[in-house]
């Protein structure tokens, strides 16, 4: 009989710590979205989203940034497409930022944002502090793990209809 006790308590402790699990996945989820909204209107008013301060900020990173070559290489490719990819960098900021912020397909979003800031952070490889990039791409990719939308989103709504989804 004791045993069952103690298998039910640590059940409802289980499911205790789950739940606060899930609110500090979902406060950090907010965080990012957060940074990313941010990010978009500050450089939307630098001009950054515009093919010549985007080709510029790019060529910087190329002449400045210590990442491989490789990198450098796929990096002119974008400051040589900067018409195309300028929107498409800022749509994408304004996106993830969004889709975060609201818990709305938290999963591929973070992975999305995981891969999006990992590869801004191997182009800022020695001009910025290491740490400055990593921790909110180790945050994204431990959304993605967590199913950080099911607290205080979208995807807690989704989750209650199709809790068996690998989207949320």
């Known amino acids: 009989m004791k045993t069952i006790a103690?298998?039910?308590r640590s059940e409802?402790?289980?499911g205790s710590h789950l739940q606060q699990a899930g609110n500090g996945l979902a406060l950090v989820r907010?965080?990012?979205g957060?940074?990313?909204v941010w990010v978009f209107?500050?450089?939307l008013g630098k001009g950054l989203y515009t093919p010549a301060g985007y080709a510029g900020l790019i060529n910087y990173y190329i002449k400045s940034s210590h990442c491989p070559a490789a990198?450098?290489?796929?990096?002119?490719?974008?400051?040589?497409?900067a018409s195309m990819a300028a929107p498409m960098q800022g749509l994408t900021e304004i996106s993830l930022g969004i889709l975060l912020v609201i818990g709305l397909l938290t999963r591929p979003a973070a992975v999305v944002a995981f891969l999006f800031l990992g590869s801004l952070w191997i182009s800022e490889w020695g001009t910025s502090w290491i740490w400055e990039l990593l921790v909110p791409v180790?945050?994204?990719?431990?959304?993605?793990?967590?199913s950080a939308g099911r607290r205080w989103g979208?995807?807690?709504?989704?989750?209650?209809?199709?809790?068996?989804?690998r989207w949320w």
């Open 6 to 8: 103690t298998s039910l």
């Open 154 to 165: 979208v995807d807690a709504w989704l989750s209650q209809r199709w809790p068996s989804s």
């Open 138 to 146: 180790l945050a994204s990719l431990g959304l993605a793990i967590g």
């Open 12 to 14: 409802v402790n289980t």
């Open 30 to 32: 907010v965080t990012i």
């Open 71 to 81: 990198w450098k290489a796929v990096m002119g490719l974008a400051a040589n497409h």
């Open 34 to 36: 957060a940074m990313f």
């Open 41 to 43: 209107f500050e450089n």
